[in-house]
């Protein structure tokens, strides 16, 4: 609840590692519908993806398949996670449409692809050799969400008391995806506890989780409106 408050010493524990090569390519050249401009080209990765059929009816009996072997229930708590990483994306989908969002535009494309990263990445289980898969999710990434915070906060008054979501409407929308990405973090380590998880997932989240902050703050300063403060007691 504490948002706004110092934050402390960035933490270590770096993971490393290079998203790995998919292999099976198709060579045949793009359609016309992948050839629009900005579709091809080195490090697309839509491009390079057969196309995909919406359903196949292997869930139907309530389990789904992770990258990796054998299928898990769908309650399974590694699907959790990454399902709530995926409500978030969705969640910032919606507060890209709002008025005034443009000006974030550049930041909520990273942060969403960056989302993406860490969705496949949850769904990526140990291999039986007990060698897990690359890390996706790098220090540069949670840098730079650093890098943000620190950039919009030079704009706004200092924080001196609890504010309530509110205020513009963009600023609510940033609110809501805050309590999504925090409600994704307890999810994400709440799996840590059992199985697998990599530490730089958890710091992104929790990172995210400042920034979006920092950003409902923003959006209400550029918007001329104040901050709404808690005031304890008051009917």
């Known amino acids: ?13 770096l993971l490393r590692g290079q998203l790995p ?7 045949r050249p793009p359609s016309p519908a992948n050839a629009r401009p900005g579709a091809g080209g080195a490090g697309s990765r839509a491009a390079r ?15 789904t398949g992770l990258l990796g072997p054998g299928r898990v229930p769908k309650s399974a708590p590694r699907v959790e996670a990454y399902g709530a990483v995926d409500e978030l994306n969705a969640v910032l989908g919606t507060l890209g449409a709002l008025p005034g969002a443009q000006a974030y535009a550049a930041e909520l494309g990273a942060i969403q692809s960056a989302l993406f990263d860490v969705g496949a990445e949850l769904a990526t289980v140990v291999n039986a050799s007990g060698t897990e898969s690359p890390p996706r999710v790098s220090p540069t990434a949670i840098q730079t969400l650093e890098a943000w915070i620190d950039r919009f ?13 509110g205020g513009s409407a963009l600023a609510a929308q940033f609110h809501l995806a805050r309590t999504v990405c925090r409600r994704a973090e307890r999810r994400v380590v709440a799996l840590a506890g059992a199985e697998a998880v990599p530490a730089d997932v958890v710091r992104y989240l929790n990172r995210l989780a400042d920034l979006l902050f920092v950003m409902a703050r923003h959006a ?11 005031r304890p007691g008051s009917r």
Request: charged share 30%.
């Open 153 to 165: 906060e030079t704009d706004l008054p200092a924080l001196r008391n609890f504010i309530l979501p």
């Open 1 to 13: 609840m504490a948002q706004g408050a110092p934050r402390g010493k960035r933490d270590g524990g």
């Open 49 to 63: 993806l057969p196309r995909m059929k919406i359903y196949t009816r292997t869930g139907d009996d309530g389990t």
């Open 220 to 230: 209400n300063h550029r918007a001329g409106i104040a901050d709404v403060e808690w």
């Open 21 to 27: 090569r998919r292999a099976g390519r198709s060579r």
